[in-house]
């Protein structure tokens, strides 16, 4: 299932995109849940985890920005759709990674071909794999499931997945061949992380995964893994 979060401080455009959000689930038979908020504030103060953001910029409490600010605090991956109906926000708000954009008035095909980028970007994650040594073998390795790897000596890589870790007899740099999509990069010479499980950056300048484990960013390379970041979102 995947969980959907509104926030909107008019209860006609919350109404509006839940409707259209449904109405996309149901013609491609995917299960969705959806959850309306009214301000910001309700939002980052939600204890549920989501998996699709949907932000009016301009609401009362807590305008859009500053809500997506707070959200990025803890979790870098979550695609943000922003709804404005002023172009001068999209700056500001690419600066907190945009997923996509929506001008108001908004018609029911905005909403179908935002859903439908989403989709298709985790259709994409979810699709292939690579294979990998380890002391028991060859093993197939989902893509999607890789959060990081670390090298552990000359000939050794520590694999971390959403499961588990396990050791890899190869060099890092003959898996960083085998692994494709923008989402994988070497933040360090040692490390290369899947950005979909970057959580946040601590202030010693590591980077924060979602499981909680720290991994080293090298200095030179913090203003490329941003841009990485925030293009990786988007697409």
């Known amino acids: 299932m995947i969980k959907i979060a509104v926030a909107d401080d008019e209860e006609k455009a919350l ?4 409707s259209a959000i449904n109405r996309f689930a149901y013609s491609y ?12 504030d309700a939002l980052i103060h939600s ?5 699709l953001l949907f932000l009016d910029i301009e609401m009362k409490i807590l305008n859009g920005i500053e809500t997506a600010k ?3 605090e803890s979790d870098m991956s979550v695609p943000i759709v922003y709804i404005t109906n002023y172009s001068k926000y999209w700056r500001n708000a690419y600066k907190v990674h945009a997923f996509d954009f929506i001008s108001k008035p908004f018609e ?8 439908n980028d989403f989709i298709t970007s985790v259709k994409a994650s979810q699709s292939e794999t690579i294979s990998l040594f380890t002391d028991k073998g060859l093993i197939m390795q989902r893509l999607d499931e890789i959060c990081y790897l670390i090298v552990k000596n000359k000939k050794s890589v520590l694999v971390g997945t959403i499961y588990s870790e396990y050791i890899v007899k190869e060099y890092l740099s003959g898996i960083q061949k085998k692994l494709t999509g923008d989402q994988f990069y070497l933040v360090h010479k040692s ?10 950056v601590s202030k010693d300048n590591g980077i924060i995964m979602k499981d909680g484990t720290w991994l080293p960013l090298s ?14 979102i988007r697409n």
């Open 29 to 40: 038979d995917i299960s969705v849940k959806i959850y309306k908020f009214s301000d910001g």
């Open 191 to 200: 490390c290369i992380v899947n950005m979909k499980y970057v959580q946040n």
């Open 219 to 232: 200095q030179r390379k913090q203003r490329d893994f941003f841009y990485r970041l925030s293009r990786q």
């Open 70 to 72: 707070m959200i990025r």
């Open 108 to 115: 029911t095909a905005d909403i179908f071909r935002v859903m």
């Open 47 to 51: 204890s549920q985890k989501f998996d």
């Open 15 to 18: 109404d509006e995109i839940e």
